[in-house]
């Protein structure tokens, strides 16, 4: 069974950084497949943030994070970032890292097979 695990989650000030990071292990991940980040609110539904291609060459943005997260995957291609700069009191959630079903995906969350249990981004204005 495939595991993934979100690490790096914490307090913040508005305006300040944060870097995410998920490492995915065990069998069961097929290869050459994208991978993402989903957040949550409590109340509310689960929502993309950015996705990352197998290859690393497609990356996908949501337009509340783009210009201010940026999304990489090392070149064992099982570890994947998220830096995110200049934090607004509305990036706070839980973040969740997503394994596709193929090696591109963007926003559905039907595109993904594997799941974290998320860390949680607290950011004070």
């Known amino acids: 069974q495939p595991q993934l695990v979100e690490s790096g989650g914490g307090s913040r000030q508005a305006g300040e950084a944060l870097q995410l990071s998920c490492l995915a292990s065990g069998g069961g991940i097929g290869s050459n497949v994208a991978m993402a980040w989903f957040r949550q609110v409590p109340g509310k539904d689960r929502e993309f943030v950015a996705s990352i291609s197998w290859s690393g060459g497609d990356r996908y943005y949501a337009d509340s994070v783009k210009g201010r997260f940026v999304i990489s995957r090392l070149t064992d291609r099982n570890t994947m970032y998220l830096q995110m700069s200049s934090l607004k009191p509305e990036d706070t959630a839980v973040y969740f890292c997503?394994?596709?079903?193929?090696?591109?995906?963007?926003?559905?969350?039907?595109?993904?097979?594997?799941w974290g249990q998320g860390t949680q981004v607290t950011v004070s204005p």
């Open positions: 997503a394994v596709a079903l193929a090696p591109v995906a963007t926003g559905g969350e039907s595109e993904y097979e594997y």
